[in-house]
């Protein structure tokens, strides 16, 4: 009866120290993974409903400390198709794009050429992310996990009668 006691307690001192010592692990990497599937989907903050950070420079949205990190270059921002760095000159560009526009003559109508014309990024048009997420199966701990491997803001774009026309990716975050 005394060994079957004992034995009892170091089974069960096993079986808390097997679990405490995978409690602190904060997952394996994917590589080791038994399977893994990614993901892309959108997720819209119109409603602003988990769109807030707080403590984060200040109680902001998420797009917003983004938008702003990625333009005071504190944060790298990569081509959407590509996923090549992108450069000062092209976030420039994203946040202050230059377009062309066709001139005319104000007294003739008639077409007097072209004229380069800087913009700025629609920020309130910025509302819904491209979010690029992991999901893999630790068969070590035996639970299915996931990581966002990345965020791409989306700015709605609208047709002349005010409807949705779609949306376009501005550029990768990628958290890799």
């Known amino acids: 009866m005394r060994y079957y006691n004992l034995s009892v307690i170091l089974v069960c001192l096993f079986l808390v120290y097997g679990c405490s010592a995978g409690a602190g692990k ?29 403590n984060i420079k200040g109680n902001q949205t998420l797009m917003k400390y983004v938008l702003d990190a990625v333009e005071a270059g504190e944060m790298p921002a990569y081509d959407y198709d590509t996923q090549e760095t992108l450069n000062a000159a092209q976030i420039k560009q994203v946040f202050y794009p230059v377009d062309t526009v066709i001139t005319y003559d104000y007294d003739s109508g008639i077409e007097s050429g072209e004229e380069a014309v800087q913009g700025e990024l629609n920020r309130s048009a910025v509302n819904r992310f491209r979010v690029k997420q992991e999901w893999y199966f630790d068969k070590e ?34 958290f890799e």
């Open 26 to 54: 904060k997952g394996i990497a994917t590589a080791d993974a038994e399977w893994i599937k990614e993901t892309n989907f959108k997720q819209d903050f119109v409603n602003d409903l988990g769109a807030k950070i707080e």
């Open 141 to 174: 701990t035996m639970r299915l996990e996931s990581r966002v491997k990345g965020l791409a803001p989306l700015e709605t774009i609208y047709n002349e009668d005010e409807t949705e026309r779609g949306d376009l990716p501005l550029f990768w975050v990628l």
